[in-house]
């Protein structure tokens, strides 16, 4: 599976852009703040239906529009086509197209064309709270299970209004029943996202530390660690020990949604103990074990985004990992980079790759050939 064509309109800092793209490789350069990240939200979207960011959809609207448009066409591991069309508009709800038919649940399109990201920003991945770790169990496991993407939904959900209870209550006792009514809906979601995060764990592990290996050069031992309440306590039994803390704290202190992932490097803390170069082969690390886990579980090849990903990577973790992206089983492939001869000295190595390098200018990008075009007509 690859993404053949790629349209924006109004989109972050672009007016109108239609690129057509490489099946394996493609490279945006240019300048800090030209639109090269732009372009791997607008792939991410069309994948995921909304950006990697928390931002809300309304500012993905180019300043001053009032609606933006997306579009793109996957071909398929079959040869089929299909044209994904996200429709943004100020303050109201989105609008997600598979050929030519609006969704009416955008959840049934997490999945169905699988995606892995990697950003500046993964780096929180190890040093923010606990939240940022969840949202990697759930961004992976909700691409591979819609039933756990639904269960996810409605613990959400109930968990919003277990805690609105509680505050309502402000540490009184509930007689209405209304808790335990709470309590009951979420048993099942909490067991299911539970048993699942559990069971991703083992062969996520081994992919993580296979791939952290093959980027440092075997330099250290990598390890992750799985914390639940639920490991220990099943859900009817923890939910009945919190309940005094929880109409003390006016929140709800035990569930999946208090998940944690442990990272360890030579089995200390990796927080602690690891450089910048360390921590961002591991954060690469994770999302290539990510990829490879999409991949088994969906029996399509991922669209791998890599953003601005050089930075404080030594030169040689930096030829390792594209040679190990740029092998025959990793599918298409998205970088950006600000110096323009980084990635394509490294590609004259591989002759059989086939790919792209766009130059992008201020919202917008042109392949070699056009961009070389146009300043002729200049």
């Not at 933006?68 to 079959?78: K, M």
């Not at 939904?153 to 009514?181: F, M, P, Q, S």
């Not at 990793?330 to 002759?351: A, K, N, Y």
Request: charged share 25%.
């Amino acid at each position: 599976m690859h993404l053949a064509t790629l349209k924006l309109t109004q989109f972050k800092n672009y007016a109108s852009q239609g690129l057509a793209l490489s099946p394996r490789l493609n490279c945006f350069v240019g300048f800090n703040g030209a639109g090269k990240t732009n372009l791997l939200e607008a792939i991410y979207y069309l994948c995921m239906s909304k950006g990697y960011g928390t931002g809300q959809d309304q500012y993905s609207i180019r300043h001053g529009d009032q609606v933006a448009r997306l579009e793109g066409t996957f071909v398929l591991d079959d040869g089929r086509e299909d044209r994904i069309v996200v429709k943004l508009r100020n303050r109201q709800r989105k609008v997600l197209e598979r050929n030519g038919t609006a969704y009416t649940r955008i959840s049934e399109h997490i999945g169905r064309y699988p995606v892995v990201i990697v950003t500046p920003d993964d780096i929180n991945l190890v040093l923010e709270g606990s939240a940022t770790r969840r949202k990697l169990l759930d961004n992976s496991l909700s691409q591979t299970d819609p039933v756990y993407l639904n269960y996810l939904i409605t613990y959400n959900r109930l968990l919003d209004n277990r805690n609105a209870r509680l505050k309502e209550l402000e540490g009184h006792g509930d007689h209405t029943g209304l808790l335990e009514v709470y309590n009951q809906q979420m048993a099942e979601p909490a067991t299911y996202i539970h048993a699942k995060r559990k069971e991703f764990i083992g062969p996520f592990t081994e992919l993580l530390t296979d791939a952290y290996a093959r980027i440092s050069g075997q330099r250290e031992e990598v390890g992750l660690t799985y914390r639940s309440q639920l490991n220990e306590l099943d859900w009817d039994t923890l939910i009945e020990e919190r309940t005094e803390k929880d109409r003390i704290m006016q929140r709800t202190t035990g569930g999946v949604h208090r998940d944690e992932l442990v990272f360890t490097q030579n089995d200390h803390p990796l927080r602690r103990v690891a450089s910048q170069g360390q921590l961002k082969s591991f954060v690469l690390s994770l999302k290539l074990a990510q990829y490879r886990l999409l991949e088994q579980s969906t029996n399509r090849t991922p669209i791998l985004l890599l953003d601005d990903i050089f930075d404080k990577l030594d030169h040689e973790r930096v030829r390792q990992l594209l040679e190990l992206v740029m092998s025959s089983a990793f599918g298409q492939l998205f970088i950006t980079d600000t110096d323009p001869e980084r990635v394509t000295s490294l590609i004259r190595h591989h002759p059989e790759v086939n790919w792209q390098r766009f130059l992008v200018v201020d919202g917008v990008a042109r392949n070699e050939a056009e961009w070389k075009r146009f300043l002729e007509e200049e």
